[in-house]
């Protein structure tokens, strides 16, 4: 006796290999997906009739920085004025604005102004966004900040995955060893008592960090059981890319400036590619990531939100498919893979972003003709239904 079966439906269970050709029922049990294109009189609990209603898996938003204070509207204005980054930064804008609002917040208000973001993600059919911490730098901000993604993920209806970004930004008057050092002796230790994250992530770039210095925080995560990613060539190459892949990385992200060397270090390393087209589109960025190279090369390509509050306050998993259409140039079943199996894997699970049996049963459920119908329309589209691990999220 299954507990749920929808029928009536086109079941698109798992977009690996490209659009897959659809089932017309999906049965669930226990918060999982048991069988796949079951007749409608199969015993179950519950019969739904979707009346031809396209079915997905649950999107896994695998990339935000959605657990901030405050906002930056002003320094986006300044920015479309024709004010560079620079001189931004020496105005003590950019991410230390962000880093004295986290600072002047407690954690039950970073809750409070960050769940209205979360919630957005999970209207648009959202079961799983991975956050990261960042924006604290102290060891107590930071782990505040991952205290308060922690809360997050009591919401209900979704599931959060924290990644603890450890270099983000220098603070104030700091020195990048000094930084460093207090880094891997005394937050990501603190991080790991406490099992505050899964996950390490480290921005690789001229601006912020140099690639010895991510190796150095990788090696130290790794000890202490955390998995590892990295935001690399995102405006200059540094080799980022190559020496994360090269460590076993799950992911790099971002990728604007990845050469072919970089995608061989990707496939020889089984690394994911996640492309974040809401930066490069507040950003007014003119390089794209290599995405023919990456597809010809077969590295899975993941798409995010990458919701933050400077460079890409994009709270719309949908806009993002069709932004990585229009810019990237990545085709509709693509893109549906990057918000699904792809994001998974960047998360380093294999059981959602698919309706495989056996995977969780986190699915939505659309009025929409097909997937391409994402990559055309900007705008007006919402889930009838969203599901999380088979229970109807109401909202
Ligand atoms: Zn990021």
Redesign the pocket.
């Known amino acids: 006796m299954y507990d749920l079966i929808v029928h009536n439906a086109r079941v698109y269970p798992d977009f690996q290999a490209g659009k897959p050709a659809p089932v017309a029922s999906i049965a669930i049990t226990d918060g999982q997906v048991s069988e796949l294109g079951v007749g409608a009189d199969a015993p179950a609990h519950k019969h739904l009739d979707a009346n031809g209603a396209m079915i997905l898996p649950g999107f896994v938003d695998c ?1 935000t ?1 959605l657990c901030y204070a405050g906002n930056r509207m002003d320094e986006h204005a300044a920015r479309l004025a024709g004010t560079s980054y620079a001189e931004i930064a020496a105005r003590g804008g950019g991410i230390r604005a962000t880093v004295r609002a986290v600072d002047g917040a407690n954690e039950q208000e970073l809750v409070e102004q960050s769940l209205p973001r979360l919630q957005a993600l999970m209207r648009e059919g959202a079961t799983t966004v991975e956050i ?1 911490s960042g924006y604290g730098l102290s060891p107590a901000n930071e782990l505040k900040q991952l205290r308060a993604i922690r809360r997050l993920g009591e919401t209900g209806g979704v599931r959060i995955t924290a990644t603890f970004l450890a270099l983000h930004a220098l603070p104030e008057g700091e020195s990048a060893g000094k930084y460093v050092r207090q880094v891997i002796e005394e937050t990501l230790p603190a991080v790991a008592e406490e099992s505050l994250a899964e996950c390490v992530d480290v921005f690789c770039e001229h601006m912020a960090f140099s690639v010895a210095d991510m190796l150095a925080v990788f090696e130290r995560a790794r000890e202490l059981g955390l998995a590892c990613r990295a ?1 690399t060539d995102q405006l200059s190459n540094l080799g980022g890319t190559r020496a994360a892949a090269e460590s076993g990385v799950r992911s790099c ?1 971002h990728l604007e400036y990845t050469r072919a060397e970089d995608i061989a270090a990707m496939v020889a390393n089984g690394t994911v590619a996640v492309l ?1 087209p809401g930066a490069y589109y507040c950003l007014r960025e003119t390089q794209t990531p290599p995405v023919s190279a990456l597809r010809e090369a077969g590295v899975p390509m993941a798409l995010a939100t ?1 919701l ?1 509050p400077g460079t890409s306050p994009v709270a719309s998993p949908l806009a993002i498919l069709h932004l990585a259409s229009t810019l990237f140039g990545l085709h509709a079943d693509e893109a549906v893979a990057g918000l699904t199996c792809h994001a998974a894997k960047a998360l380093g699970r294999d059981n959602i972003g698919t309706l495989n049996p056996g995977a969780k049963a986190d699915f939505t459920i659309w009025d929409a003709a097909g997937p391409e119908f994402f990559t055309y329309q900007l705008g007006g589209i919402r889930p009838r239904h969203v599901y999380y691990e088979g229970i109807l999220n109401e909202s």
């Open positions: 990339h920085h990261k935001h992200d974040l990458d933050n």
